[in-house]
């Protein structure tokens, strides 16, 4: 059996479509803030996309640069003026920011009404409560593609690999918001690949290239890779390519679908991004969530 290669660019472009036509419904421009702080190459790439989608799904965008060597006091007052201006529904401080300043007391100034990277303290505590709010952005997307191949996930096992606070811990919770029976792996687990094995649904969010394969996949299973790591290319000597934490080319062999790094998760976070600012949007005027973003 060969599996199905999972298009998340398709489906991040799908969505992006359904959030143009809600925002064209909306009685307020949503507008989004983008706090960008170093020179980071990869960092500018991911911001340059973010603020071209958003003005292509009609919404307003905000952009704050700041030099590498910009202080704490200079991010925080950035978002604390941010957090003040009533025009502005969503905040995003790109991550990660230049040595020498501290991400997690950056991220406890943005307004949890504005957290459209669903990260502070109350977006995560409002997931783990079952309450309504900002979920992260990549567990998001990851629950949409599979809910795309698999339908109704009540009562699929999901094994997570890997529990960190960006990913693995709200992909687990965002899992059993499904209805999902949810394990979370990681490294100290023992039998990692035969508790793999039992999943119907396998989320890689490890940052290890390449390290689940086939004999770590059920037969059938939905595979979704979010690893996206940079390793030298065995066939052109001294260039880089992309892969993710699932070997492709085993787990096409025995999966039922597989996401490709590049192309798969990766779309899908600045897709749900754009999302969570029409969310919020909504939120804080008190207007209802348009139907067309349900998933
Ligand atoms: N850097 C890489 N991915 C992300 C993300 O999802 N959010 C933020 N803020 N920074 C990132």
């Known amino acids: 059996m060969t599996a199905q290669k999972i298009d998340g660019k398709a489906y991040a472009a799908d969505l992006r479509e359904r959030i143009t036509k809600a925002v064209t419904g909306l009685s307020v421009q949503p507008c989004l803030a983008v706090v960008l702080v170093g020179d980071d190459p990869a960092s500018h790439v991911y911001v340059k996309n973010k603020i071209k ?85 990549t567990p998001t997307g990851c629950v949409m593609l599979a809910k795309d191949q698999l339908g109704n996930l009540s009562g699929k096992h999901c094994v997570v690999i890997g529990r960190s606070i960006l990913v693995g811990k709200p992909a687990a919770l965002l899992f059993l918001e499904q209805n999902c029976t949810v394990t979370i792996a990681h490294s100290r687990t023992k039998n990692i690949d035969s508790i793999c094995r039992e999943a119907d649904i396998l989320i890689a969010a490890v940052g290890r290239p390449n390290m689940v394969k086939a004999d770590w996949i059920k037969d059938g299973a939905c595979v979704i890779d979010v690893g996206i790591n940079r390793i030298s290319n065995p066939e052109r000597p001294g260039k880089t390519m992309l892969v993710g934490d699932v070997d492709y080319n085993q787990a096409i062999t025995i999966a039922g679908s597989v996401t490709p790094v590049p192309g798969g998760v990766g779309p899908m976070t600045i897709a749900c991004l754009l999302r969570n600012t029409v969310i919020a949007a909504c939120y804080r005027r008190g207007m209802a969530v348009p139907d067309i973003l349900n998933f």
Do not use: W, Y
């Open 53 to 137: 989608f958003t003005k292509e799904t009609g919404m307003r965008s905000v952009e704050h640069r700041l030099p590498a060597n910009a202080s704490q006091d200079d991010v925080i007052n950035i978002v604390r003026s941010l957090n003040a201006d009533d025009n502005i529904d969503g905040i995003l401080v790109q991550l990660p920011l230049p040595k020498g300043l501290d991400s997690d007391s950056v991220i406890a100034q943005i307004d949890p009404a504005k957290d459209v990277d669903g990260l502070t303290d109350v977006s995560a505590g409002r997931l783990s409560l079952g309450q309504t709010g900002l979920r992260p952005c």
